[in-house]
Nanobody, 127 residues
Framework: QLQLVESGGGLVHPGGSLRLSCAASGFSLANSNNMAWFRQAPGKEREGVACIDGGTRQTTRYADSVKGRFTISRDNVNNTMYLQMNSLKPEDTGVYYC??????????????????WGKGILVTVSS
């Protein structure tokens, strides 16, 4: 059974950092699956934050709102994806989800094309 489990969320002050992890089971990240991070703030729609291509190139893409602050990466040996979040702002607050479209090629940050989702983890940026 394919499963994605997020961890690493919590409360952080503005300007602080967090690293989210997404542990995959039931399938192998090494099998070239595109992966992505999404977030949903209270009262808002779910939005793409970052994605990483499957395969060896592992090209990454970011939403404009997080470019230069967030870094997505994947560890195919440990079957885990990460999101390093630096210089956090209150507007980064929300539930963060990892997902995969089980495809290989140019990754997507469109929620509608994702096949599998984690349950999400809360990130709160507040003083």
């Amino acid at each position: 059974q394919l499963q994605l489990v997020e961890s690493g969320g919590g409360l952080v002050h503005p300007g602080g950092s967090l690293r989210l992890s997404c542990a995959a089971s039931g399938f192998s990240l090494a099998n070239s699956n595109n992966m992505a991070w999404f977030r949903q703030a209270p009262g808002k729609e779910r939005e793409g934050v970052a994605c990483i291509d499957g395969g060896t190139r592992q090209t990454t893409r970011y939403a404009d709102s997080v470019k230069g602050r967030f870094t997505i990466s994947r560890d195919n040996v440990n079957n885990t994806m990460y999101l390093q979040m630096n210089s956090l702002k209150p507007e980064d607050t929300g539930v963060y989800y990892c997902a995969t479209d089980r495809k290989f090629g140019r990754c997507s940050m469109a929620p509608s094309v994702m096949d599998y989702w984690g349950k999400g983890i809360l990130v709160t940026v507040s003083s």
